[in-house]
Each structure stands twice: as C-alpha cells, then as structure tokens.
C-alpha cells in the first residue's frame, strides 16, 4: 500500500505543477508541423513499390552484400523512402522468379512461341532491374530537383543574411520561400536542432552539404563561404556572401561545358540505335522470312520493336540522364490563381481531366479498327495510326499549354523584376524617398509587368493610405497579389525588411539582389546555349528525321511485301524440267508472305510514336532536367509534327511508288 500512496500523492503533485504560460511560435507551415509530428508514420509504407518490398521482405528475405547494400541505403536515405536494402533485394529476387517460372510454364505447354518467351524473359528481366535501381532512380531525381532548388536557396540566404547575419532566420526565410523537395530537407533541419539531434543550425547545415558533397561540391564550399561570413563583419562579410552565390554559379557553368562534351557520343549511338538500325532491319523482314523459309510471326515483330527495343533505348538514355548535371531552377508556379492540379486543364471555371477528351478522340479511332481487324488494308492502317499520334498528343497538350503560358508570364515578370530594383536602388542611394524613386523610375521601364507593379504599389499608398509594407504585402489588396512569383515576393519581403535600417541599406541590397538575378540569368543563358546544339540536333531527329524514315521504310516495305507475293505467283504456275530442274529449290523459296503490309505500317507507327516520345524525355532531360511541364508540352508539340510527317511521307511516298510496282507487275506478267 506504501508504494501505491506514493504514486498517487506522487501523481497528485505532478498535477499541481504549472509552468508559466509561453506564446507559441506558429510553426506548422515553417517545419512541416513539427515534421509531421517526428515523423509519426515513418514506418508505414505509403506506395505500392514500399508495400511491395515490406512483404517480399517477409516472404523472400534477401541480404545484399556490404557495398549494394551501402549504395542503396544511401538512395534511399536521399529519395525519403520507408523500404530497408533487404527488401529492395527481396522484391527484385522474388518478382522475377515470379515471372520467369510463369513464363516457363508458358512455353512448356505450348502457350507461347520460344523466341516469343524469350522476349519476355528479356523484358521480365529489365522489370527486375528497375524494381532493384528504383530508389537509385528516386535518389537522382531527387538530385535534380533539389539541385535546381540549390541555386535559390543559396540566393535567399544571402539575400537575408545581407540584412541579419543569423543562419537560423535566414534558413527559415529560405524554407518559407522554397516549395520543393529541398524545402522540406530545411524544415527537417530546423527540426533536428530543434530537438538536439544537431547542437547548432550550422552544424546541421555544415552536415547536410556533406550529402551533396559527390554529386554537387561546390554547394558545400558555398555553404562554407556563408558560414566563414559569420565570424567577420563589414566589408569582408559582403564578401563572403557574395562569393557563395558566384561560387555556385561558376559551378554550373564549368558542369554544363563538360556534360555537352559528354553528350556528342551518346546522341549519335541514340540516332545509330534507335533509329536507323530498327527501320532498316524491319525493312528487310520480309527478305529474312523468304531465306529462312517460315513466316515471322506478327506478335514477335511487335514485341521486338514495340517493347523490347524502346526498353533497350529508355535504358541508355536512363544512364546518359543520370550523369546529367545539376539543373538550374525553374520558376515556382505554386502560386498563381488559375494553375490546374495535375493531369488537369481548367475550361472556364471547371478544372477537368486531360485523358477525358483524348479517349474521346480515340474511341472511333479504335473501334474503326475493330470491325476492320481482319480485313485491315494499308490506307486504314493509317487511320488507326493517325488516331493514336493526335490523341496522345492531345493529352499532353492539356496537360502543359496552360501551364507552360503561366510560366512564360513568370519569367516575363521576373527579368522584368531585376531592371526595377536596380533602377529603384540607384535612386534610393541619392536619397530619394521610396514613394518619389517608384514614380520617377516608371517612365523609364519599358515591361508592361514592372510599370503594372508600380503603379498598383503608387495607388495603394496615395488613394488608399497604406504603408509601403501594406501596398504591397496587403492580403487583399496589396500589389503582389497580382504578381504570382515567388522570388518577388520573397525578394520584396527581404527589401521591406531592410527598410528599418535606412536608405543606404535599401538601396545596397536592391542593388546586389539585382546583380545576383543578373548574374543568374546570364548562367541560364549561357548553359542553355551550350546545351542547344544537342537538343536542337535530337529535336530535328525527333520531329523530322525519324518520321521521314519510318515514312519511307514504311512503304519499301509495302513495295517488297508484294513483290514476294506476286514473284510466288507468278513463279507458282512455272514447271521445271530437264535441265532446269536445278533452279527448284530457288523457284521454292518464292512463297507468299502471309503478313499483311497494314501489320508493319502498324509496327513501325507504334515504334515511331514511342521514339518521339522517348526522345522528348531526352531532350528535356538535357534542357531542364526533371520537369513534367516542359516534357509534355515537348511530347505534344514532337508528335503533333512527327506524325504529321509520318503519315504525309508514307502516303506520299506510296501515291509515287505504287504506280511503278504496277508497271513492274504487268510487264512481268506472262502474256495471256
């Protein structure tokens, strides 16, 4: 009984303990509430690959060796993943011995053709491969979207430390101001000094930077730059600061001369393998089926160029990608009114699905095929081809043309936005009040988006009586609220901040903000310079050179499909005697094809719509990385035109050559 009083009396007393009452810091959007709170479901998987790998983890455990299992741990630690390396290891191993004993199975009992299973075998075994580099694919995306972000987190620690040299507000103003995967890995931070896990935020950035170290360093010696800034003063602390933002712009720029040197290989194995070789060789099918004496089946043509050799060509391009350089950021548009959520486009006031109206499209297209599926001729071949280039281009346009018009306004506002702060900060160094500078700069600018940004600040302090602070920053009537940039508003944040602190201060930071979004938009310019003869060189292939080969490989095959099976006609009815019986065999080897030329048309269409598509991946992985926006609206514009041509060449081509085969045909004909 003793000991139950004491922990009643001991509970009672506990109670009574209240500790005087602190306001709470609102920090729910700042870190990630409390980082979803200690990440109370870090544990449970949250996508299918993670469900996957926690019960063949169960079912098939596997131990990676000591190196693998470094290296995944490593990607998995960087893409945020809840999988562990056995179960990486465990899903590969049992996903493919799933497949590979079905597929078995298969050829055993005589439900698929040998080379058929052998396909499928290839293919099963690039789904393993994937499955096993997933959170290394994870990690490298991860890398390049952060890594775009690197550029900007780097300029908005300066941009505030040039006001406050304290790395704790300026990690908080960065994360507040970033959207992406970076942001979170700074809240994350926040949080770790917040709980002990680091004694200092230099500490913890000091330790985050090492992670880049590998792949991006000179994010670790501009961190480093930041950090020395905060134990000088003055002048040498401006230094230090601006040395960082050179530091990683200088970076980019040497990155982008070796990567291009890189590329100019690569890109002319890509144009060997996934373009000329396939046509040709699909070109001389028909000849390798008359001398190997049986018929190639369709489903194996299909399968080979349809699947496997895009698979093949994905990989190669996969592995020149992952070597790709660090991008530079793209603008944020997180923030504009109209943006539509994903795979949507928003009609009036309605947001609506993209794959909505390219089923619709394609539905007829489909069922046109249906009722002619076993009577299929050539020019309905192309119908049905036709029908599959506009709607998925279709889709991919709605998913990008809004967007894509979004961020051209962005960019607009945003190099509009570097001439007004210069402009606004020389005039503030002569000692000209903010309201007098704004109104004398204005006939000076020549952006319809800088004088509209001025003008809205003007009337909101003459006509409506606010601060400089409310004229602008005004939950309903400020003047950014027209203006959906990110880096405006954090950058006009920084300058409103530093107007406390006096004139000289204001403009100083004007001007250096200014010379760092100079600085930065040089690099930009100069990066996708050194990138366009590549991109413009697989744009050509893409749009032009792929379509106009598989146009006319398209119709010598339709050439040679039927002269096979007029020669089997014609040699057919000839008799061999005598002396000619030795031209037997040869005369045998003219047998007909029972292979439509509306199948090939098929194949090669399909073969060349998923090229375009892949070399749209491509281009845009070398242009600006990681970017579903840019990468539809490059997927649709490439297929828009490369179908276009496609089928212009093919029919073209055949309206010339048919007439010749005729010609051909009824001067080879015995007379009657």
């Not at 790998?53 to 098939?60: G, P, Q, V, Y």
């Not at 997933?134 to 987190?153: N, T």
């Not at 000289?504 to 001007?511: H, L």
Request: charge should be neutral; include cysteine.
């Amino acid at each position: 009984m003793g000991l139950l009083d004491f922990f009643i009396k001991f509970k009672k007393k506990k109670e009574r303990i209240r500790f005087p009452s602190k306001p709470k810091e609102d920090i729910k959007s700042l870190q990630y509430a409390v980082f979803q709170e200690e990440e109370k479901l870090s544990t449970i998987p949250r996508t299918i690959y993670e469900k996957l790998t926690h019960i063949s983890e169960k079912i098939l455990p596997v131990e990676p060796d000591k190196t693998t299992k470094k290296e995944i741990e490593e990607a998995i630690s960087f893409a945020h993943l809840k999988v562990t390396p056995k179960g990486v290891a465990s899903l590969t191993i049992l996903a493919a011995m799933s497949f590979c004993l079905a597929t078995l199975f298969l050829i055993l009992f005589g439900f698929l053709d040998l080379l058929v299973g052998i396909i499928c075998i290839s293919i099963i075994a690039a789904f393993a491969y994937y499955l096993y580099s997933y959170p290394l694919r994870l990690k490298k995306i991860y890398e390049l979207r952060a890594g775009s972000e690197i550029v900007m987190l780097i300029l908005h620690i300066v941009i505030y430390m040039r006001n406050f040299p304290n790395l704790e507000g300026a990690l908080k103003f960065a994360a507040a101001n970033l959207t992406g995967p970076l942001a979170l890995d700074m809240k994350k931070l926040m949080w770790d000094v917040d709980i002990g896990t680091y004694n200092s935020m230099e500490q913890a950035l000091l330790s985050f930077s090492q992670r880049w170290k590998d792949s991006f360093k000179a994010f670790a010696d501009s961190i480093n730059s930041i950090i020395y800034s905060l134990y000088t003063s003055g002048e040498r602390r401006i230094e230090l600061l601006d040395e960082s933002v050179e530091i990683i712009l200088s970076s980019l720029n040497e990155k982008s001369n070796s990567y291009v040197l890189k590329l100019k290989t690569p890109a002319t194995m890509i144009n060997a393998l996934g373009i000329l070789l396939p046509t040709l060789i699909l070109t001389m099918l028909p000849i390798m089926t008359i001398f190997l004496g049986q018929e190639i089946p369709p489903g194996l043509i299909f399968g080979f160029y349809d699947i496997l050799l895009p698979i093949v060509l994905v990989f190669i391009i996969k592995n020149i990608l992952d070597k790709r350089m660090v991008t530079l950021p793209e603008p944020d548009l997180s923030l504009h009114p109209d943006l539509p959520p994903e795979n949507t486009f928003k009609l009036r006031n309605f947001f609506i699905k993209s794959y909505v109206p390219s089923i619709i499209i394609l539905i007829p297209f489909l069922y046109y095929w249906y009722i002619n599926f076993y009577s299929l001729s050539l020019k309905q071949s192309y119908v049905v081809i036709l029908g599959f280039f506009i709607s998925i281009a279709i889709f991919f346009m709605l998913n990008s043309f809004q967007k894509i018009k979004f961020r051209k306004d962005i960019i607009e506002m945003e190099d509009e936005f570097r001439e007004v702060l210069f402009g606004l900060g020389q005039e503030i160094d002569r000692g000209v009040p903010l309201e007098v500078a704004i109104e004398k700069i204005m006939p000076t600018l020549r952006g319809n988006y800088s004088i509209n940004l001025l003008r809205n600040i003007i009337s909101n302090i003459k006509y409506k009586n606010m601060t400089t602070e409310q004229a602008i920053f005004d939950k309903k009537e400020g003047a950014i609220n027209y203006f959906p940039s990110k880096l405006m508003y954090s950058v006009l944040k920084a300058v409103i901040d530093a107007a406390n602190k006096g004139t000289k201060i204001v403009s100083q930071i004007m001007i250096s903000i200014s010379k760092y979004l100079t600085n930065l938009h040089k690099t930009q310019e100069a990066v996708q310079d050194k990138f366009s003869e590549v991109v413009s060189s697989m744009q050509m292939q893409g749009r032009i050179l792929l379509p106009l080969i598989c146009g006319i490989m398209n119709t010598l095959t339709y050439m040679i499909i039927e002269m096979v099976n007029f020669l089997e006609k014609a040699f057919g009815g000839i008799s061999v005697e005598g002396s000619t019986a030795a031209y037997t065999g040869f005369l045998s080897m003219w047998e007909g094809l029972t292979i439509s030329p509306a199948t090939f048309q098929l194949a090669i269409g399909f073969y060349a719509l998923e090229t375009i598509m892949i070399l749209s991946w491509f281009m845009t992985g070398i242009q600006v990385g990681v970017d579903k926006t840019t990468l539809h609206n490059n997927i649709s514009k490439n297929l828009i035109i490369g179908g276009l041509i496609y089928i212009a060449v093919s029919v073209i081509s055949l309206m010339i050559f048919a007439p010749f085969l005729e010609m051909i045909k009824v001067g080879m004909a015995p007379p009657a």
